[in-house]
């Protein structure tokens, strides 16, 4: 058999990174609707211990997405866990009677993906599947208000007032690691987006990457999925061209910069007030990511919330189960030093 052949037997993967709140789970459920008979698997990794996009997934109603096609990880970021969750995951899709003919993995917002990358090595899976490409999906309006830019200005006010602090910013290294590694970049939001806020966002991505990389503009992550897939990279062979800022330590980063936990909370009176304490919440505590279920008095459906900063969407998604008490959970991320006790206390 031929190299050529062999690669075209291989399973393709496609890698969907993005910050936190960028969109990929949206993006993921406009693929599944428009697979047009596929079998795709996906393996969704999140950063805690309770997962919301694979329960998202599943209450997609898209037909002949299956439950056992939704894979998630919950132990950590994937690429911190690979031995442990990500490779045993990978063979089991392989052997199945059916295996998927392709599989989109959603990574953790604070994933790298070019240790997942990496990963793709590794002897068990080398022959069996090739990374199609890494997908970076882009938060249009929040990078446009500078979240992930530091301001030189004040870093040098600060710098020459006291050299030996740290002014390195995790969130920004996190956003140009997934940036550097990305074969196309979906720029996502572009509706909340004035045309010169996207014309500029999309300028600065271009010139962090020092390679040709398609940009795709969205509104709500819908993107042909012709487009996302198949951009056969080969992308495990193609690691030179896709640096990191943590070449240097092997590729290997630490999440201790980010912390998660999981608030359970009662019914809810209202949805409007409900909303509203939430953004009063993620304002004061510079929470950068809540997710999560909650009930609404007289409501037979369940109300799902995403919020990014100070920004959320939410709707009733499923009906709630007759059986059981009524409530739900929050999943809260944030930078290192969140004070649980007084977010729980604000949203009691």
Same mark, same amino acid.
């Given at each position: 058999?031929?190299?050529?052949?062999?690669?075209?037997?291989?399973?393709?993967?496609?890698?969907?990174?993005?910050?936190?709140?960028?969109?990929?789970?949206?993006?993921?459920?406009?693929?599944?609707?428009?697979?047009?008979?596929?079998?795709?698997?996906?393996?969704?990794?999140?950063?805690?211990?309770?997962?919301?996009?694979?329960?998202?997934?599943?209450?997609?109603?898209? !037909?002949?997405?299956?439950?056992?096609?939704?894979?998630?990880?919950?132990?950590?970021?994937?690429?911190?866990?690979?031995?442990?969750?990500?490779?045993?995951?990978?063979?089991?899709?392989?052997?199945?009677?059916?295996?998927?003919?392709?599989?989109?993995?959603?990574?953790?917002?604070?994933?790298?993906?070019?240790?997942?990358?990496?990963?793709?090595?590794?002897?068990?899976?080398?022959?069996?599947?090739?990374?199609?490409?890494?997908?970076?999906?882009?938060?249009?309006?929040?990078?446009?208000?500078?979240?992930?830019?530091?301001?030189? !200005?004040?870093?040098?006010?600060?710098?020459?007032?006291?050299?030996?602090?740290?002014?390195?910013?995790?969130?920004?290294?996190?956003?140009?690691?997934?940036?550097?590694?990305?074969?196309?970049?979906?720029?996502?939001?572009?509706?909340?987006?004035?045309?010169?806020?996207?014309?500029?966002?999309?300028?600065?991505?271009?010139?962090?990457?020092?390679?040709?990389?398609?940009?795709?503009?969205?509104?709500?992550?819908?993107?042909?999925?012709?487009?996302?897939?198949?951009?056969?990279?080969?992308?495990?062979?193609?690691?030179?061209?896709?640096?990191?800022?943590?070449?240097?330590?092997?590729?290997?980063?630490?999440?201790?910069?980010? !912390?998660?936990?999981?608030?359970?909370?009662?019914?809810?009176?209202?949805?409007?007030?409900?909303?509203?304490?939430?953004?009063?919440?993620?304002?004061?505590?510079?929470?950068?990511?809540?997710?999560?279920?909650?009930?609404?008095?007289?409501?037979?459906?369940?109300?799902?919330?995403?919020?990014?900063?100070?920004?959320?969407?939410?709707?009733?998604?499923?009906?709630?189960?007759?059986?059981?008490?009524?409530?739900?959970?929050?999943?809260?991320?944030?930078?290192?030093?969140?004070?649980?006790?007084?977010?729980?206390?604000?949203?009691?």
């Amino acid at each position: 058999m031929t190299s050529s052949s062999t690669a075209r037997a291989r399973v393709p993967v496609t890698v969907i990174t993005g910050f936190l709140g960028a969109g990929k789970t949206t993006l993921l459920r406009h693929v599944l609707a428009n697979a047009k008979g596929q079998r795709i698997a996906i393996v969704v990794n999140e950063f805690g211990t309770l997962g919301i996009d694979g329960d998202t997934l599943r209450a997609c109603g898209v !037909e002949g997405c299956r439950d056992e096609d939704i894979v998630e990880l919950t132990n950590g970021c994937l690429c911190c866990t690979v031995a442990d969750d990500f490779l045993p995951t990978m063979e089991a899709l392989l052997d199945r009677d059916a295996p998927p003919d392709h599989i989109v993995i959603e990574t953790s917002g604070l994933a790298l993906p070019k240790p997942l990358l990496k990963a793709f090595g590794w002897p068990t899976i080398r022959t069996r599947m090739t990374v199609d490409g890494v997908v970076t999906v882009v938060d249009g309006p929040a990078v446009a208000a500078g979240r992930f830019a530091d301001d030189p !200005e004040e870093v040098a006010r600060q710098q020459a007032a006291d050299p030996s602090l740290d002014h390195d910013n995790p969130l920004a290294e996190v956003y140009e690691d997934q940036l550097l590694c990305a074969d196309l970049v979906v720029l996502n939001k572009t509706d909340l987006m004035t045309a010169t806020q996207a014309d500029a966002v999309e300028a600065a991505i271009r010139a962090e990457i020092p390679r040709a990389v398609k940009v795709v503009r969205a509104t709500d992550g819908q993107v042909d999925p012709a487009i996302l897939l198949g951009l056969d990279a080969a992308a495990e062979d193609d690691l030179d061209a896709r640096p990191s800022h943590h070449d240097a330590e092997g590729g290997e980063h630490e999440h201790d910069d980010f !912390e998660s936990f999981v608030l359970p909370i009662t019914e809810q009176a209202s949805v409007e007030e409900f909303i509203n304490r939430l953004k009063t919440v993620a304002e004061q505590h510079d929470i950068l990511r809540m997710k999560g279920y909650a009930t609404v008095a007289g409501k037979p459906m369940r109300l799902a919330v995403q919020g990014v900063g100070g920004r959320f969407r939410h709707q009733f998604d499923q009906p709630v189960p007759k059986a059981g008490p009524r409530g739900g959970n929050l999943v809260v991320i944030g930078q290192k030093g969140l004070d649980q006790a007084a977010i729980a206390r604000m949203l009691a």
